[in-house]
């Protein structure tokens, strides 16, 4: 079992930026792609990146391309979510997340392993 713990949410402007971090801790953490989901109230919990568990791949919704950029280090077991030019649709409950097994998984259904979720707030 893995424990996933994210760190860096907060209020910010629109057009700002945050950094979010995700520590994981109890399964080889190279061994496993990383995703980061997010959910706003009354919707669903969607996908917004995931990386390869060497970091040479990474994959983005649409709504996120080109501001978001997802990076890990191996060595610090952790996971990474610059977020730039944030706008008052990004605001959620971020989530990382790993999936149950090896390989690249975009949907939720697919990941096994939760942190507590950070809150990020854009105001506009």
Do not use: H
Not at 50 to 60: E, F, K, Q, T
Not at 76 to 93: G, I
């Amino acid at each position: 079992q893995v424990q996933l713990v994210e760190s860096g949410g907060g209020l910010v402007q629109a057009g700002g930026s945050l950094r979010l971090s995700c520590a994981a801790s109890g399964r080889t953490f190279s061994s496993y792609a990383m995703g980061w989901f997010r959910q706003a109230p009354g919707k669903e919990r969607e996908f917004v990146t995931v990386i390869s568990r060497l970091g040479y791949s990474a994959y983005y919704a649409d709504s996120v391309k080109g501001r978001f950029t997802i990076s890990r280090d191996n060595a610090k077991n952790t996971v990474y979510l610059q977020m730039n030019s944030l706008k008052p649709e990004d605001t959620a409950v971020y989530y990382c997340a790993t999936p149950y097994r090896p390989g690249i998984w975009t949907s939720a259904t697919d990941f096994g392993s939760w942190g507590q979720g950070t809150q990020v707030t854009v105001s506009s």
